[in-house]
């Protein structure tokens, strides 16, 4: 006995190809959706960039700091290339990661200063530079009051045994 299948295919008549009747509209809605999702892009990475530093992603952060770089004022490519390399080199180190390292302003997405930046002449005149990490500032806790008072209450009964 030859079993079939109990689920059959159905058959789907061929979709219909329309005819257009003129030129083809299409390029002025993809140029023009083209445009309004440039536009919206722009716009997006204006304002990605207008957040404070420390919530700036790794990519936003680097771009900065190359423009910071780029705009770093009366240097040859060589002292370029010193600073880009130390700038990177202390990132890569986490040294710039903190708002206290780098002085940034959000209104016109631009590093104004380094802290801890430092610039050396060889005898050939050629600038070389360097990032000097920034020690950060030790928190003096105060005690509570209760922990306080149990530790003088506690101490001061006690017999001393020698």
């Known amino acids: 006995m030859q079993r079939q299948n109990k689920t059959q295919r159905r058959k789907v008549p061929p979709t219909p190809v329309h005819e257009v009747a003129g030129p083809f509209t299409g390029d002025t809605i993809v140029k023009a959706t083209e445009d309004s999702l440039d536009a919206f892009f722009a716009a997006e990475s204006e304002r990605n960039f207008q957040q404070p530093w420390?919530?700036?992603?790794?990519?936003?952060?680097?771009?900065?700091?190359?423009?910071?770089?780029?705009?770093?004022?009366?240097?040859?490519?060589a002292e370029r290339a010193s600073l880009l390399?130390?700038?990177?080199?202390a990132y890569e180190l986490r040294h710039l990661n903190s708002k206290f390292a780098v002085d940034y302003d959000p209104t016109t997405a631009t590093i104004t200063a380094i802290k801890g930046l430092r610039e050396r002449t060889n005898?050939?005149?050629?600038?070389?530079?360097?990032?000097e990490a920034i020690t950060s500032a030790t928190r003096q806790t105060q005690r509570s009051k209760k922990s306080a008072h149990q530790d003088i209450s506690g101490d001061a009964g006690a017999p001393v045994s020698k």
């Open 54 to 77: 420390t919530t700036l992603d790794r990519g936003s952060r680097m771009d900065r700091l190359r423009r910071f770089v780029q705009s770093y004022p009366s240097l040859s490519p």
């Open 85 to 89: 390399t130390a700038v990177l080199q």
């Open 123 to 131: 005898v050939s005149g050629l600038k070389t530079f360097r990032i």
